[in-house]
């Protein structure tokens, strides 16, 4: 180990292994219940991040934005419709260094004060969170922190030069001293035309950036004119012209990520299936970086449920089956808190929770009404089924299909829908259920990190073969599969194909199993928990990304 001796941001001392310092830029970071600062899978990873990261005492450090109301906390309309309500957050955990750098956004000066989440708080790497909600600026500008991923184009934009152009002053008046920058998605990239002042050449600044892409989705690969960012300040005072020779942009549409894989010395998808839909996506881009794959993980210190490792680990199955019992219970308590329904420990539990959205198919699983009424009503083999999810408040349809789900859910003891999916729930669902179900449409998938915490805690994956469920899978030994369709059919074929597949495996393989051959489910749990921690603990993820990217030389 080595003494950190030039700032006192990390409250560990650095393995030596780990030379490079890391600056890591995300727009969310699910880090605990009680920073509300994300909204999905990119806060999950990210959360982890940090927590691997200490870790494995690497030296790095997280920027992210200080959002006043989270993403939005859900509650219940008096229909029991789903609600959106966004409330102040205070958080007194949180170190003032009294540091406030500048901005320029449209024009104006921005005023964005530091605060530091220190690693000793929650066991994490050190975290900048940036705000704008502060009484030096005036209304408009203090509103550009208050939600995370706020729907109207020119607030997004100014978040994006908050978090990029702002996290990189924000680490120069904390004397921290970078060798990498690290974008987890595209927001951050405004950073890289502030370090163009640092690093004036583009094959030298390439060298201390690399860039994360995590979505084929076109909400996750943003797109803005051209003449619109440079006027927003996006490009850090640059002109037009300087910015299209030192990248060569091309087109009126800027898409940022095209500008980070060609500002960036290396990209990472996030599953091996996701990169080589990452490359070809990207493959018209010239002058682009390399994508490589480092599939994601996730940090099984914070996930696992510690009784339950030791008795896998004991080969304990007695007690693998009662503490499964008991989480089962602590699961069903927060079911019957929210809906009036008690369910059963006996009985197998299904769960579906995720972001809500259409490409991942929430509803699958009631693709055909009145096979699934029978499928909650069958006495030999039953059944319960949850359902939880955030979908964003301005997508009507996600919106729409979550209410349709409530409003079915009405109908069955053994069905419910879950509000507040944040990591306090999302932990109780993935300790206490049986199944993890997960439906994307093949190839639209990029990771899917949920089903590895659910696999950590012996609820076993049962997915279509997408993001990184291929790597994991071996048929009936740690998890199931959904046959899937293949991609180049229309999409209803698509639906149908997949639901049949899926109902077929739950029916005749998956329901026997778990009531007919307790023995070998347990043994399938035992494989899943224990290869889910080997191979998708978020440790062996940042290790990766020191060997591969942050030490790659090209």
């Not at 941001?9 to 600062?37: C, G, N, P, W």
């Not at 994508?291 to 449920?305: E, L, M, P």
């Not at 306090?424 to 093949?442: A, C, F, H, V, Y």
């Not at 199993?513 to 603990?537: L, P, T």
Request: net charge negative; glycine share 6%; with cysteine.
């Amino acid at each position: 180990m080595i003494k950190d001796e030039t700032n006192n941001l990390f409250h560990y001392e650095i393995d030596d292994m780990y030379t490079e310092r890391v600056a890591y830029f995300s727009m969310e970071f699910a880090i605990d219940q009680s920073l509300k600062i994300y909204s999905g899978g990119l806060g999950f990873l990210s959360g982890s991040h940090m927590r691997s990261a200490f870790d494995l005492k690497q030296p790095v450090i997280g920027i992210g934005l200080l959002w006043s109301f989270g993403y939005y906390d859900q509650v219940r309309n008096e229909d029991r419709s789903l609600g959106a309500l966004y409330s102040r957050k205070f958080y007194y955990f949180l170190e003032d260094p009294g540091i406030t750098v500048s901005v320029n956004i449209n024009g104006r000066q921005v005023y964005v004060k530091v605060l530091i989440l220190p690693g000793k708080v929650f066991g994490t790497a050190p975290v900048l969170l940036l705000t704008t909600d502060i009484p030096e600026n005036d209304f408009l500008s203090r509103t550009i922190t208050h939600k995370l991923y706020d729907g109207n184009e020119e607030t997004r934009v100014a978040q994006e030069i908050v978090l990029g152009i702002g996290g990189v002053r924000a680490l120069e008046a904390l004397d921290q001293k970078i060798d990498i920058y690290h974008m987890n998605e595209g927001h951050a990239l405004p950073m890289v035309f502030e370090l163009f002042s640092k690093y004036e050449n583009i094959d030298e600044l390439r060298e201390h950036v690399v860039f994360t892409t995590h979505t084929p989705e076109a909400a996750g690969n943003e797109e803005h004119n051209v003449h619109f960012l440079a006027q927003m300040g996006f490009f850090s005072g640059h002109s037009l012209k300087y910015v299209q020779d030192k990248i060569d942009y091309h087109d009126d549409n800027f898409s940022l990520t095209a500008g980070a894989l060609k500002t960036s010395k290396l990209s990472n998808a996030v599953s091996q299936i996701h990169k080589g839909v990452a490359n070809q996506m990207w493959d018209t881009i010239t002058g682009r970086c390399d994508i490589i794959g480092i599939t994601n993980a996730q940090n099984h210190r914070y996930w696992a449920d510690k009784p339950l490792v030791r008795a896998m680990v004991e080969h304990e199955d007695y007690e693998v089956i009662a503490r499964k019992k008991h989480l089962k219970k602590l699961l069903f308590e927060e079911v019957a808190d929210q809906t009036g329904k008690k369910f059963s420990p006996e009985v197998l539990t299904i769960v579906w929770a995720r972001r809500f959205a259409e490409y991942k198919r929430p509803g699958l699983l009631k693709y055909d009404l009145e096979r699934f009424d029978k499928f909650l009503k069958n006495t030999t083999y039953p059944v319960q089924v949850i359902w939880a999810g955030k979908p964003y408040p301005g997508d009507a349809g996600a919106m729409n299909m979550f209410n349709q789900l409530i409003e079915l859910s009405h109908k069955y003891k053994n069905m419910a829908v879950l509000i507040g999916y944040e990591l306090k729930l999302s932990k109780k669902l993935k300790q206490g259920s049986d199944i993890w179900l997960n439906t994307p449409r093949i190839t639209r998938e990029a990771s899917g990190t949920s089903g590895m915490t659910a696999s950590m805690n012996g609820s076993l994956h049962f997915s279509v073969n997408d993001g990184w469920h291929p790597e994991f899978v071996k048929e009936g030994v740690n998890a199931f599969s959904i046959e899937t369709a293949d991609p180049s059919m229309s999409l209803p074929e698509q639906d149908l194909h997949d639901y049949l597949a899926m109902m077929d495996k739950l029916e005749n393989v998956i329901l026997p199993m778990y009531y007919d051959d307790v023995n070998k489910w347990v043994e399938i749990m035992q494989f899943a928990m224990n290869e889910s921690m080997r191979q998708f603990d978020s440790s062996r993820m940042v290790h990766q990304y020191y060997k591969f990217m942050y030490k790659y030389k090209k």
